[in-house]
């Protein structure tokens, strides 16, 4: 769920001073903008964004479906988009590779500021349409019978802090939202420290295994603050940078496949019953993570560096806002063209307007927002740090 996927050839394997007056000039940034991007990870960025959204327009129960159950209406697809919650795995997958690339040489503040310019414009625009969705149609759904109403939900999902304060999501792919922030977080304090290849492989271990040990022990604290539930994905994809910039590495190999065994392991015992009930799920659902892992390996050994044509990084310009607004879509349509198309047209018509919404978010959201905030923004940290010298 993150763009700015970029190459190069080398990356420093100390860590890179954090003197200069601004991160624009750093060797680490110079390296980034001489990287090109990483289109192979455009394109799995958006098929897992388009499994996701599969998933939920055919494979769930779906209250704007009659019978309230996708599956119902499309039979066919769902055995097979019941599984789509994988591509959220893919997810955090590419964004332990790509978030660990960002990160490289910079300082806390630049990186937040860089996470916060691709999170925020897009998310809060698909936080008011779904606001908006629910006020002008009156299709709010109740998740359970404390649920919140819209408007106090609005409020705390503006922050991306809903699952922290107990607030219920304006809707239900927000969650992964809070676990990517999480996730950066991390690894804005691990910035503090200086990202080295040794560091890496450190921090790498000791998450990983101290999550276990927080899983172990039951200390909620310490389970929420490890992530323990991903760990496993956001290292791997990790270690996968790592063999990208490095090459091979028995150890980073062995890291991979831990959180390879823990991501399965995890996926069948604490997924939602839903998803681990169906027959055969016990064997298909490591299949699935075994697939994910097998594709971002094929990445990170430069197996699929022979995807260039430029028209796929407009895929993965798409796939953030595509991922924000596609069950917006699907509760507004659904029920008003049912009675009236069949099924398959309903849901070509909501991806459709789902892949339209999305490219309209992305040219008059996202990238003036982010021409205009990226100076303000910079300005203010260098603000702050010149306030800290004097």
Request: with cysteine; charged share 15%.
């Amino acid at each position: 769920m993150d763009a700015g996927t970029t190459r190069s050839d080398a990356v420093p394997t100390e860590a890179v001073p954090t003197r200069t007056p601004s991160e624009e000039t750093s060797p680490a940034q110079a390296e980034r903008r001489a990287m090109g991007r990483l289109r192979e990870l455009d394109v799995l960025r958006f098929v897992a964004a388009a499994v996701v959204m599969l998933h939920h327009y055919t494979g769930v129960p779906a209250p704007e479906w009659p019978g309230g159950n996708a599956r119902r209406i499309f039979p066919g697809l769902a055995p097979f988009t019941r599984y789509g919650f994988l591509g959220v795995e893919l997810f955090f997958l590419i964004s332990g590779f790509v978030i660990l690339l960002s990160a490289w040489g910079r300082r806390p503040g630049d990186f937040m500021v860089s996470r916060f310019l691709r999170l925020f414009p897009a998310y809060w625009v698909g936080v008011v349409l779904s606001l908006a969705a629910y006020l002008a149609f009156d299709s709010w759904v109740s998740f359970g019978p404390n649920t919140d109403g819209p408007l106090k939900r609005f409020l705390p999902n503006l922050t991306m802090l809903q699952e922290g304060v107990g607030s219920q999501r304006m809707e239900v792919v927000y969650w992964t939202l809070y676990v990517e922030l999480h996730f950066y977080v991390l690894i804005a304090l691990f910035t503090w420290w200086g990202i080295t290849f040794n560091r890496c492989v450190a921090f790498m271990t000791g998450w990983l295994m101290f999550s276990v040990f927080a899983l172990e022990s039951g200390e909620n604290f310490l389970k929420v603050v490890l992530l323990w539930r991903y760990a496993p994905f956001f290292v791997a994809g990790m270690g996968f940078f790592l063999i990208y910039r490095y090459g091979s590495n028995i150890i980073v190999w062995l890291l991979i496949a831990l959180s390879w065994a823990l991501g399965c392991y995890y996926d069948v015992k604490y997924n939602f019953p839903d998803f681990t009930a169906a027959p055969h799920s016990l064997y298909i659902i490591p299949a699935g993570v075994t697939v994910v892992f097998a594709v971002m390996a094929l990445v990170a050994t430069h197996r699929l560096s022979w995807l260039r044509w430029r028209g796929l990084t407009l895929l993965g310009l798409l796939t953030y806002p595509l991922y924000l607004v596609h069950q917006t879509v699907s509760r507004t349509f659904v029920p008003r063209l049912l009675p009236h198309m069949g099924r398959w047209e309903v849901l070509a018509v909501l991806i459709v307007t789902a892949l339209v919404a999305s490219y309209l978010i992305h040219v008059l959201i996202e990238r003036p927002a982010q021409r205009l905030l990226r100076p303000r923004l910079k300005a203010a940290l260098t603000r702050i740090r010149t306030a800290d010298k004097s």
